[in-house]
């Protein structure tokens, strides 16, 4: 009996994989382009997989990548089910309160998108009645439910999803950050009869200082993550790794 | 764990178990009215009988996410379908998914009713038919009340399976129990405290359900009750009136 008992839990151990075999788990999202994607054969790439392997070389550590629902991602740091978020989590007052950040690593403004000629006139009384989409539990969550009271959200889990509202007409305009959208969606061959619409936000109650890496509160590895991204800074791994993806500058002054 | 967090968004729930108990009741009861001819279609095999069986073989044979995704996502694809008169329809998360979980109920419906309708006894059919019974008669006086009884233990659990099946629902936008919870999660950035609520909110559901059941089994299935436990029910319901079998 023990020794199936034994039997069992080594197959279990096996099946788990490696958990512990890297110095450090980081949760990343996947659903996100073009800062974190799944490709169709299952690996991750985008703007915040190769920053998160560049500081990981960086401090001289092994890392693994561990895939998690955005909604679901602090829980997941908090569990330790991994020791830090870089998932282009933005630094909020809100979210600070739960967790600690390092410095940021970018900083890109908060766009709507509509169809081209939607002609909805972007002010609080303007998308009354419309529906608009974010992703649950981003800071374009709050900020929507902070300035605009009035107005129909739809709350999706993943901002690939909402793109395909977007698409469909489900949704009269989504907001989210200007890049992603740009990159994400405008960019691609579902986007060609969408546009930018409104003004760019980045207003520090909502928006927060940029994205950060987000790690337990208390965690001293807080202020290695942000040596490591001043290194990065520094040598020029950061814009090689950032013009892989953009032709402007995403750091933010 | 903060117990006081879904106390504070309430409504944010009671919203949500209102949306999963409309979506649930309606599915089940669209569900009936598809399954009811299918069922009869196929055990009679009348001409159609294999669409019929079709129709609840694919239903059953693949899981309500993907069906739901599908209707959802899948149909919002072809431009005909957004140009057409349907999309007014489509376009809403909540007639998607009440198409979904008809659709799927229905199938195992059609199957629960089908399996009841082969298990009547064949005396009860004849008996019927030498008293001069039309066939129409036949099917509403005798084979539908009697499969009907012989069902509802296995069609009382469908309406429980539907009821969980409809957290697929919040996946499509729609802020039914699982949807408020994660909200709440996302909101303050925890674990436990959305899920939680959800899975008591389920909980009391689900024994409501069960309890409702228990009453109406008393009621029409009393001539399969145990001796004592009949006399209790008859006692439980003197001056009803009877309709045993």
């Known amino acids: 009996m023990k020794n199936t008992i034994a039997a069992a839990l080594a197959a279990f151990g096996l099946l788990t994989g490696a958990a512990g075999a890297a110095d450090l788990r980081i949760c990343v999202e ?19 997989i190769d920053i998160a392997k560049a500081l990981c070389d960086e401090m001289g550590k092994t890392c693994e990548l561990v895939k998690t629902e955005w909604d679901g991602i602090i829980p997941a740091l908090l569990e330790r089910k991994c020791d830090a978020i870089i998932a282009s989590m933005s630094i909020t007052p809100e979210r600070q309160k739960v967790i600690d950040f390092s410095d940021k690593y970018y900083n890109t403004p908060a766009r709507f998108v509509a169809r081209k000629g939607a002609n909805i006139e972007f002010t609080p009384e303007g998308l009354k009645g419309k529906v608009v989409g974010v992703q649950r539990g981003t800071i374009h969550q709050d900020f929507m439910e902070g300035e605009f009271p009035g107005v129909e959200l739809k709350l999706y889990g993943t901002q690939d999803e909402a793109y395909l509202d977007l698409a469909a007409g489900r949704v009269d305009a989504l907001m989210a950050d200007s890049v992603a959208i740009d990159d994400g969606f405008l960019k691609t061959e579902a986007g060609k009869d969408f546009e930018f619409v ?25 202020d290695e993550w942000s040596k490591a991204i001043k290194r990065l800074r520094e040598s020029g791994k950061y814009d090689e790794i950032m013009h892989k993806y953009f032709d402007y500058d995403i750091y933010g002054g | 764990m903060d117990i006081w967090l879904p106390l504070k968004h309430w409504d944010l729930f009671a919203t949500g178990v209102w949306t999963t108990l409309v979506l649930t009741f309606l599915s089940v009861g669209a569900g009936f009215f598809i399954a009811l001819p299918c069922a009869l279609a196929i055990w009679r095999k009348s001409p159609g009988w294999r669409l019929a069986a079709g129709y609840a073989y694919v239903f059953r044979g693949t899981p309500l996410l993907v069906q739901t995704y599908l209707i959802y996502y899948g149909l919002a694809q072809f431009d005909f379908v957004r140009e057409s008169w349907a999309w007014s329809i489509l376009r809403e998360a909540w007639w998607c998914a009440l198409i979904a979980f008809s659709l799927n109920s229905g199938a195992y419906a059609t199957e629960i009713l089908r399996g009841a309708f082969q298990t009547t006894p064949r005396g009860e059919l004849e008996a019927a038919a030498a008293l001069g019974f039309t066939p129409r008669q036949i099917t509403w006086l005798i084979l539908l009340p009697s499969a009907l009884r012989r069902a509802a233990p296995q069609y009382m659990n469908e309406i429980v399976f539907m009821l969980h099946g409809s957290v697929v629902a919040s996946v499509i936008t729609i802020q039914d129990i699982l949807g408020a919870g994660r909200t709440l999660n996302a909101k303050y950035y925890v674990a436990y405290e959305g899920f939680v609520t959800a899975a008591l909110l389920y909980m009391a559901i689900t024994f409501a359900l069960v309890g409702l059941f228990r009453l109406i089994e008393r009621r029409y299935m009393r001539h399969l009750l145990p001796a004592r436990e009949e006399a209790a029910a008859q006692g439980a319901h003197l001056g009803a009136p009877t309709i045993v079998g």
């Open chain 1, 198 to 222: 409104g003004p760019a936000y980045s207003v520090p109650k909502y928006h927060g200082e940029g994205a950060g890496i987000g790690v337990r509160k208390g965690d001293p590895m807080k």
């Open chain 1, 30 to 48: 996947g659903a996100y382009p073009p800062f974190s994607e799944t490709t169709p054969s299952g690996e991750l790439k985008g703007f915040d």
